[in-house]
């Protein structure tokens, strides 16, 4: 991973607890007093300063009762990932809203594969 891309990835990160944390309900300072760090700890890693260790995410994802995964997923730049997290927002619609979806994504995606070929 480039110096760029684990930027990239620290500020994705960072929104990705943000937008859980505050689903939750949480201010930044409840959610540092029930890890066990202090609230600028908690700003840091939502502004992309710093990465959180493996196992202080894995106590945020517990804390906000989100699956690591989806965490991480959301903030990747992999295609691999970023599709999983297509299908598992996908999988929440009716399969008339995912067919409308999948018909409106693949317009798009032909549209822009000939303007890239052009």
Known sequence: MT??????????????IADARRAKGLTQEKLADVIGVEQESISRLERGVTLP???????????????ITSLIRSSSGRPVDQAQDLVEKLNELSGEDRAWVRRWVEEICAKLALQHRQ
């Not at 891309?5 to 929104?15: D, P, S, V």
């Not at 260790?53 to 699956?67: G, T």
């Open 53 to 67: 260790s493996l196992s202080r995410l894995m106590r945020i994802a517990d804390v906000l009762a989100v699956p």
């Open 3 to 16: 110096e760029q891309n684990e930027k990239e990835f620290a500020r994705n990160l960072g929104r990705a």
